[in-house]
């Protein structure tokens, strides 16, 4: 037994000689139980938008048959719950296209600054609606970047969206902004989507790209969340060899930052 866990030994003579194997078996065991929890999570939450519709589905059968306003409110919140499962399955797809694609260089030549511009577009009704302003910076001028395109535009659209949706009290300002740095391996872009919203305890910060970890998983659902974006945003990140920077502050705000080798 080792410090990081317990190494099965296998001991095998072979003529004179024994020949050990050492097998890690707290790496594998340490797998084996992510992937158990992750089937676990996905069930109940896919458990949970399917039960609310089938005993709605039970009264609209049964007791609210003749009820034309019960009807009419039962149909809404089904309609709402489809769509949850819709948002999730979508997003679990997604989130398995990018596991498998890690390994993969992106190989596309994309202009970072015309897609953040478009990203911000996207959500500009969203920010609307609660009367947040989109403000964006260093993104006047191409910045050029081997990537992909998609996966890129995800992850600035999630970054942007959540800033909007956790972190923004109406009249607040989110700000997208490009900026090249010299890091410690040569230049590198910093790409930060900034909020002055509710902020986010240092405790949860570590987990917070983890799978279907929320904060407060009430909020995260009323908002439409489904817990994977941050996880999917991460893998994404992985795969341009960058590295995701989450700063935050409760109750001043949260700035979250995507850093990518420029050469
Ligand atoms: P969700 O689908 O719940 O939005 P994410 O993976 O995108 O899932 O985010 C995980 C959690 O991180 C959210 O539920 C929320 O609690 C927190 N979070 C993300 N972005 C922000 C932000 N800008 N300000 C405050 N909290 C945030």
């Known amino acids: 037994e080792t410090q990081d866990g317990v190494h099965e030994v296998t001991v095998t003579p072979v003529g004179e000689r024994v020949v050990l194997a050492f097998e890690d078996h707290s790496a594998l065991a340490q797998m084996d139980q992510m992937r158990r929890d992750f089937v676990a999570n996905v069930s ?8 609310a519709m089938i005993g709605f589905i039970e009264t609209l059968q049964g007791p609210a048959k003749e009820d034309t306003r019960a009807r009419e ?16 399955v979508r997003d679990l797809l997604h989130l398995s296209r ?3 694609e890690e390994r993969v260089r992106p190989s596309d030549e994309v202009d970072l600054a015309a897609l953040t511009r478009s990203a911000a577009a996207m959500l500009k009704p969203v920010a609307e609606e609660g009367r947040v302003t989109i403000r964006l910076e260093g993104t006047d001028t191409p910045v050029l970047l081997r990537a992909d395109s998609d996966q890129m535009m995800q992850v600035l659209s999630n970054l942007i969206e ?22 410690p391996r040569g230049p590198l872009l910093r790409l930060s989507v900034s909020d002055q919203g509710e902020g986010i305890d240092a405790q949860h910060l570590p987990r917070l790209t983890e799978r279907f970890y929320r904060v407060d998983s009430h909020r995260s659902r009323e908002k439409g969340g489904t817990g994977l974006g941050l996880a999917i945003v991460k893998h994404i990140i992985s795969r341009h060899r960058g ?14 930052s995507m850093l990518l080798p420029l050469d």
């Open 44 to 51: 109940h939450e896919l458990r949970t938008p399917l039960t």
């Open 73 to 88: 409110r039962f149909l809404g919140i089904m309609a709402r719950e489809a769509e949850r499962m819709n948002r999730l």
């Open 98 to 100: 990018v596991e498998a």
């Open 162 to 183: 959540n800033a909007v949706k956790y972190g923004s009290p109406p009249g607040a300002t989110v700000t997208a902004r490009i900026a090249r740095e010299n890091g």
């Open 243 to 256: 590295r995701l920077i989450i700063e935050s502050e409760k109750g001043k705000g949260s700035r979250f």
